[in-house]
């Protein structure tokens, strides 16, 4: 079992920056992939990126390639996602979410963190 804390979200300005963080606790991160989902007012819940146990391997929903970049280090039980150009329609609270498989779909994954919320907004 494994438990997730997410963390680094805020206000930020249109084009701006921000840095995720997902920490988990538990001895078996690296057995786990790591996904990144995000949930807007009034919209279902939608993936963003996914990060293979190893970090070998990473997929991206495509309104985010070539903004946001999901990265992991296992020593620290630590997954990151970079988001850079930032714009207001990725406004949303985002997820991270693990699962001994990989995969795209929300309903894939057992464990849940509690969320952070993101605001782009001038």
């Known amino acids: 079992q494994v438990q997730l804390v997410e963390s680094g979200g805020g206000l930020v300005q249109p084009g701006g920056s921000l840095r995720l963080s997902c920490a988990a606790s538990?001895?078996?991160?690296?057995?786990?992939?790591i996904g990144w989902f995000r949930q807007a007012p009034g919209k279902e819940r939608e993936f963003v990126a996914v990060?293979?146990?190893?970090?070998?391997?990473?997929h991206y929903a495509d309104f985010v390639k070539g903004r946001f970049t999901i990265s992991r280090d296992n020593a620290i039980n630590t997954v990151y996602l970079q988001m850079h150009s930032l714009k207001p329609e990725d406004t949303a609270i985002y997820y991270c979410?693990?699962?001994?498989?990989?995969?795209?779909?929300?309903?894939?994954?057992?464990?849940w963190g509690q969320g952070t919320q993101v605001t782009v907004s001038s």
């Open positions: 979410a693990a699962d001994t498989a990989y995969g795209y779909l929300a309903s894939e994954y057992d464990y």
């Open positions: 538990g001895p078996t991160f690296s057995s786990y992939s």
């Open positions: 990060i293979s146990r190893s970090g070998s391997i990473t």
